[in-house]
């Protein structure tokens, strides 16, 4: 059964720290892997995405890798803000044309 | 652009009852999607259109109805309402299917009493 999973939970973390968000998957085959920032009360917004080929991506403060053959992804945010608190969310997607498998989400909470 | 937006923001019915969820986007896109999200799960997809005049079952689409006959509106239709279609509806487009990246509305928050 395709599926994504995501860790821990929740966090949280003081203003200016770093931390690691962890997704495991078991969709096969695998298209793309993306990850989603989910403010309260907003919809998702795309963070990043990477294809199989891809290993690393980078958007400002958001890092995220990739390692296709153990199906593991990590969104590392460095320089925690306050604005940084929210939902982040863990989407893969199949072969092309299948839909996308969302991962339960992580919350994160930067406390200053 | 005011990219993709949802009406309404919020409401509450009563079981049994009708309604319909209306989602606008301005970019030009083909693809629109609906989903609901709840507490402790991921979003489910619950119905998607590949262009205007098209609709296609998503993961849970049992107690809803859905038209897209125009390409810049996707509505979704519950005929009769239930305490378990209590969720929060997340409507998001994109110019094609994968790998495109999806837009996401501000969500329409539904409360069945």
């Known amino acids: 059964k395709n599926q994504v999973e995501q860790s821990p939970q929740s966090l949280i973390i003081l203003e200016g720290k770093n931390c690691t968000l962890q997704c495991n998957y078991t969709v096969s085959p695998f298209s793309n892997l993306r990850w989603y920032k989910q403010d309260t009360g907003r919809g998702p917004v795309s963070l990043t995405i990477m294809t199989f080929s891809e290993n690393t991506k980078s958007n400002g403060r958001y890092t995220a890798t990739l390692d296709a053959d153990t199906k593991q992804s990590s969104l590392h945010i460095t320089a925690s803000q306050l604005s940084d608190s929210a939902s982040y969310i863990c989407v893969v997607t199949g072969q092309a044309g299948t839909a996308l498998i969302f991962g339960k989400g992580t919350t994160l909470s930067v406390s200053s | 652009n005011a990219g993709v937006t949802q009406t309404p923001k919020f409401r509450v019915l009563k079981t049994g009852q009708s309604m319909t969820l209306l989602c606008a986007q301005d970019m030009n896109h083909e693809y629109m999607y609906w989903y609901r999200q709840d507490p402790g799960m991921g979003l489910r997809l619950i119905h998607y259109?590949?262009?205007?005049?098209?609709?296609a079952k998503g993961e849970v689409p049992d107690g809803y109805n859905v038209s897209r006959l125009k390409k810049q509106n996707f509505l979704l239709g519950l005929e009769s309402a239930a305490p378990s279609q209590t969720s929060v509806y997340f409507c998001?487009?994109?110019?094609?299917?994968?790998?495109?990246?999806?837009?996401f509305g501000p969500g329409t928050r539904l409360l069945v009493l």
């Open positions: 998001a487009s994109s110019y094609s299917g994968t790998p495109e990246t999806q837009y």
């Open positions: 259109s590949v262009g205007e005049g098209t609709t």
